[in-house]
C-alpha cells in the first residue's frame, strides 16, 4: 500500500476539516449535554484514546479501515499514531505538520512530510475530539437523539466537511464518535476507546525528529 493512499486517508481526516479563524470568535448557546460535556473536558489539558476510523470512498465504494492512537492538546497540539492496518504517524504542534510513514520493507527508507500547519489546518476536527462546541454561530446545532447531535457548519468555514455528527456517552460525558460527511460523499467515521481526559501533556509529543533512514520533503 502506498505512502500516497496514506497522506490522501488524511486528507479525508484532517485537510478537509479546516475552519477560519473568524469561526471562533463569539460564543454562542449549545444544548445542555454538550454543555456538560465541555465543561468536563475543559478541566483537562487533553486527551488521549485509542481510535477505530473507518473512510467510506463514496467514487471507489471502498472501505478503509484504520486502528490507533491519538492525543490532543489544547489548542492545537495533535499526535496521531495509526498502527493498523501499516504504521504511519501525524503530529503537529501547533506550528509545524509532519507526516511520517516508517519503510514499508527493510531496506527501504522512511518519508516524512513537513508543512507549517497553516497549510494544514487541523482546528474543527481538533476542536470537536477535545470537547469544544463554541463555533462563533458559524456552525449550527441540532440534537438527533438524546446523545447524539448534528453540526453543520457554514461553508468556507469547515473545508469540505458538509455535518459532523458527535455522539456522547450519557454516563461519562465523553465523545465516543465522530461521523464526518464531506461535500463529495465521502464519510468517515471515528470510534474511540479508551478515552483518558489528561491534566498534562508534555510538549515533546507534538514535535517530531526524524531519523537519518528519513527523507524529508518539506512543502
Known sequence: ????????????????????????????AIPPLLAKVQAEYKKSAGLEATFNQLIDVKSTRQVKKAQGK???????KLRWETINPDPNILVSDGKTFW?????????????????????????????????????????????????????????????????????????????????????SGNKTDIKLQEIKLQPKLDDKMFQFRPDKNTDRIVE
Open 99 to 183: 507526516f511520517y510513514s516508517p519503510p514499508f520493507e527493510k531496506g527501504e527508507r522512511g518519508q516524512v512530510i513537513i508543512k507549517k500547519t497553516a497549510q494544514v489546518q487541523t482546528q474543527f476536527l481538533n476542536m470537536l475530539l477535545s470537547g469544544s462546541f463554541e463555533f462563533g454561530g458559524k456552525t449550527t446545532i441540532v440534537e438527533k437523539t438524546k446523545n447524539s447531535f448534528i453540526l453543520t457548519p457554514k461553508n468556507g468555514t469547515a473545508g469540505d466537511v458538509k455535518t459532523a455528527e458527535v455522539v456522547i456517552n450519557e454516563a461519562s460525558h465523553k465523545i465516543e464518535e465522530v461521523i464526518l460527511t464531506h461535500t
Open 70 to 76: 491519538i492525543w490532543i492538546k489544547r489548542p492545537n
Open 1 to 28: 500500500m502506498s505512502r500516497a493512499w496514506f497522506l490522501s486517508s488524511f486528507s479525508s481526516l484532517v485537510l478537509l476539516t479546516s475552519v477560519t479563524a473568524n469561526a471562533l470568535s463569539v460564543p454562542v
